[in-house]
């Protein structure tokens, strides 16, 4: 079965850190650059972060650079956000995706960054 789970959102306080993973199954994982995406509440879902299947990150938002990091496992076939030095604009639902794999998405997971 093809599919991603996202998991280790929660509720932080401003100033915090989260660990996002995402796994997946059913696809060849190692071949697949991999995004972080995030979409707030009434706001299009815009990309975090993107790393190559060798581990190069290649983009990084500019709202967040400094304080996220993404990374990957291939042999997992996990990727990982690392975020650091939360802010409550950050809230939102988090979502990973290989950008060259349209209809792959997972469920998302919840981050809300309190003041």
């Not at 994982?29 to 706001?43: E, H, I, L, N, T």
């Not at 983009?59 to 304080?67: I, L």
């Not at 076939?77 to 988090?94: C, H, I, R, W």
Request: charged fraction near 15%; hydrophobic fraction near 30%; aromatic fraction near 10%.
């Amino acid at each position: 079965q093809v599919r991603l789970v996202e998991s280790g959102g929660g509720l932080v306080q401003s100033g915090g850190s989260l660990r996002l993973s995402c796994a997946a199954s059913g696809i060849s994982f190692s071949v697949y650059d991999m995004g972080w995406y995030r979409q707030a509440p009434g706001k299009q879902r815009e990309l975090v972060a993107r790393i190559t299947p060798g581990g190069s990150t290649i983009y990084t938002d500019s709202a967040v650079k400094g304080r996220f990091t993404i990374s990957r496992d291939n042999a997992k076939g996990t990727v990982y956000l690392q975020m650091n030095s939360l802010k409550p604009e950050d809230t939102a639902v988090y979502y990973c995706h290989p950008p060259s794999y349209n209809a792959l998405w997972g469920q998302g997971t919840q981050v809300t960054v309190s003041s």
